[in-house]
């Protein structure tokens, strides 16, 4: 934690809301984690005496962005399924997945990841994956924002062999009591998916996120292939199930969200339930295109996810902003229309999105006073992003992931002209090379 300081900046992006104007030539004060004020230089120089700051010339400053689906611990597959349809992709990770993971080496992957993630401008993420208590530790090794919890799968999953599902939910419950939600993180209640889960399970873990304000975090209508084997299963669709067990509503999460019609949209839409929208892993996987315009027009909450670094290959959330936009002005029913998913629009999927189906959109995503301190810079004085026009459309469609040059983590600095702060990125390539060739060793 630093002291206070203040960030000044060519454009401020409050996010506070949708038609909100950036703030020309604006700084943002942060004090304890939390940002305290902001607004035009001028002012808070006179309003802040003395106050160190950061003048990020050429610069815009806007909060970081959230990953609303990812696996973490999968970089360190990230290359070894591609050009897969998602069944094939699984019928390769999951056997490397059993033979490989332990508590150590989810850590490092995860340190990977979160790395990774922060020089992308990423401050936070919903993970599902096994260990959730290496996750967190590598999240404190890295200041970094991860909300997770143990996997629900009928089968026995690698971090509790030997163990019944009951057994399981028991498991769950107690580590959601060690792990309760504070004003800056939530517990993730994490089953697979409907054709993984049965319905008594789903109903049980989904009982259990609401009693401790956890996040339900699962796979649904992610490929025609899913949704048949769950009506084989169940005679329903995904999101039919999910609302019969009660498990659709204002924590949950679902991830992809892709073959859905209008009955099961209006299931979303009226259970206030959020959709994590998976561009990359949808189209490398070859499972189709979500129909986003038409989820945000029935009111539905869609932030934007990378998937795991197994299937999209990469864990850059602004990248997905930038395929996204351009994905859906030309993709889906009704003519091409260039102004769908305009830039403020996805840019607000990537952040005040991501924390609304996190639970944590009054203190995530946005700029405000009492808001967490997770921002990014973004450099706008390339020859690539030069001149801006609208910052929103510059930061959107000109700029990237190599763009971001300053990240604060609850008003930390994590990384500061392009290099983490906190760990030696050289070692982490150097332990996810190792992760590589342990992996070779298995195929």
């Known amino acids: 934690m630093e002291g206070r300081v203040a960030l000044r900046a060519d454009h401020v992006l409050t996010m506070q809301s949708p038609d909100a104007e950036p703030i020309v030539d604006g700084t943002v004060v942060l004090d304890d984690g939390l940002i305290t004020d902001l607004g035009g230089a001028a002012e808070m120089a006179g309003r802040y005496p003395g106050v160190p700051v950061t003048h990020l010339r050429g610069h815009a400053l806007m909060p970081a962005f959230v990953n609303a689906h990812t696996h973490l611990a999968m970089t360190m597959f990230g290359g070894v399924a591609d050009d897969r349809s998602l069944e094939d992709f699984l019928a390769t990770v999951v056997p490397l997945e059993s033979e490989l993971l332990d508590h150590d080496v989810v850590a490092t992957a995860s340190v990977g990841a979160m790395v990774e993630s922060h020089l992308a401008g990423v401050g936070t993420a919903l993970d599902m994956y096994f260990f959730p208590g290496a996750v967190l530790e590598a999240a404190e090794r890295c200041g970094f924002r991860a909300l997770t919890g143990p996997v629900v799968l009928e089968n026995e999953p690698p971090d509790a062999p030997g163990s019944t599902p009951e057994q399981r939910l028991e498991a769950l419950a107690a580590w959601l009591a060690d792990h309760p939600a504070t004003d800056s993180w939530r517990p993730v209640v994490n089953p697979h998916s409907t054709y993984l889960v049965s319905p008594d399970h789903l109903r049980s873990a989904a009982e259990l996120a609401a009693r401790h304000d956890a996040v339900f975090h699962v796979h649904a209508a992610e490929s025609a292939g899913e949704v048949a084997t769950v009506a ?73 996810g990378t998937d795991g670094s197994a299937s999209s290959n990469d864990l850059d959330v602004l990248g997905a902003a930038r395929l996204a936009a351009l994905l859906h002005k030309t993709v889906g029913s009704g003519a ?51 001149p801006i026009y609208d910052v929103h459309s510059s930061i959107l469609y ?44 298995t195929l």
Request: include cysteine; charge should be negative; hydrophobic fraction near 45%.
């Open 232 to 304: 084989a299963m169940h005679s329903l669709h995904p999101i039919e199930l999910l609302a019969e067990v009660g498990a659709l509503g204002e924590r949950t999460v679902v991830a992809h969200g892709v073959q859905l019609d209008e009955s099961q949209i209006a299931l979303l839409a009226d259970s206030g339930t959020s959709v994590a929208h998976c561009p990359s892993s949808n189209l490398k996987l070859a499972s189709g295109v979500a129909p986003v315009p038409q989820l945000l027009d029935a009111g539905v909450n869609v932030a934007l």
């Open 398 to 441: 000109a700029a990237g992931r190599g763009d971001i040059s300053q990240v604060w983590s609850a008003g930390r600095c994590v990384v500061r002209d392009g290099r983490h702060q906190l760990v030696d990125t050289d070692a982490v390539v150097s332990d996810l090379r190792l992760l590589g060739e342990r992996t070779r060793g």
């Open 336 to 386: 091409p229309d260039p102004s769908r998913l305009d830039a403020r629009t996805t840019l607000w999927m990537a952040t005040r999105s991501g924390a609304a189906a996190l639970g944590l959109g009054d203190t995530l995503g946005l700029l405000a006073p009492g808001a967490m301190a997770d921002l990014v810079a973004v450099d706008l004085d390339g020859p690539h992003t030069q």
